[in-house]
């Protein structure tokens, strides 16, 4: 196919495959795209015609691509985000008058502590934008990029997808909460001995910090797991549980009092915080504006550069 060929092409038949890819369902599909069932099995018959391939077999309730599907995502994929990026160069963003959509992932840590001042900043700027928020966290970050679900994340980040980027935004480390009104701060034994509670996004019983006191030859106690930060220091409150937090969520939770924060009685790394986004949205001029504000209020001056 030549350039010219290329006028009979409709745009739209490949965003549907590169959903379909994503989805591996029309249903999804229809649902992310916004359009009806009837419309996402049109196209992709069409899309069938054009590449002369059935692109997607039906096995179980999911649609598996077959190789030539592999092979022509590998190759339009970067081509879509290059027409994207080369189309939202050229439009300009006001702040001020936008009525865009923002769709970012936040942790729960960073939803909680940091999320709030980044609002009031948004909305002293860009009283008309919409803020679409989804929970997040390592895992479910690589797949929320590469769908478009979202176009930029905070969160600690392993794996991502080809095309994101990443920056960090600060390095953490964890601080003790209590709730306690016992003098001075919290000898190793007593923290071992001492019920402990943990924010897991799994359910999990254990974090890093176990593997940290497992080189001691030490371990404690986890008797409560929560899903989320909110509500943690109502229940620390009149208890001798204790907790380990990012320092930026501990700052938030100390400041409506009732509890105290010291440093933890072991040594442990410290952890970078990252922002992240699609490649495809590197230049666009209102994300770019978005990211600059997710760093004046997520990151730390020296650090957010």
Not at 33 to 53: E, H, K, N, V
Not at 125 to 150: C, D, F, H, K
Request: some cysteine; proline content about 7%.
């Amino acid at each position: 196919m030549n350039r010219n060929d290329l006028r009979r092409l409709d745009l739209n038949l490949l965003i549907v495959f590169e959903t379909l890819m994503h989805e591996r369902s029309v249903t999804r599909a229809a649902e992310k795209l916004f359009l009806g069932q009837p419309a996402i099995s049109a196209a992709l018959s069409r899309l069938r015609t054009l590449f002369d391939d059935p692109l997607f077999v039906r096995t179980g309730r999911t649609m598996e691509p077959t190789t030539r599907a592999q092979e022509i995502f590998t190759l339009l994929s970067p081509a879509l985000d290059s027409i994207s990026t080369a189309v939202s160069r050229a439009a300009d963003f006001h702040p001020a008058t936008s009525k865009a959509v923002f769709r970012i992932g936040l942790s729960d840590d960073v939803e909680f502590a940091l999320l709030p001042p980044l609002l009031r900043r948004l909305r002293t700027e860009a009283p008309g934008i919409q803020l679409v928020v989804r929970r997040t966290n390592y895992l479910l970050m690589p797949q929320l990029l590469a769908s478009g679900e979202i176009s930029v994340g905070v969160s600690y980040t392993e794996e991502l997808p080809a095309n994101a980027k990443r920056k960090v935004l600060r390095r953490t480390h964890p601080r003790l909460l209590r709730a306690d009104a016992i003098p001075g701060p919290l000898a190793l034994d007593e923290y071992c001995k001492r019920p402990h509670a943990l924010v897991s996004f799994a359910g999990d019983l254990s974090g890093f910090i176990d593997g940290e006191l497992a080189k001691l030859g030490r371990q404690r106690r986890v008797v409560l797991a929560v899903p989320q930060f909110n509500g943690l220091g109502a229940l620390l409150a009149g208890t001798d549980l204790v907790a380990s937090v990012p320092d930026y969520t501990a700052a938030v939770l100390t400041a409506v009092g009732g509890l105290r924060s010291e440093p933890l009685p072991l040594e442990t790394p410290s952890f970078e915080l990252h922002m992240v986004w699609r490649g495809a949205q590197d230049n666009d001029p209102a994300e770019r504006w978005l990211r600059s504000r997710i760093q004046m209020f997520c990151g730390v001056p020296e650090i957010a550069r």
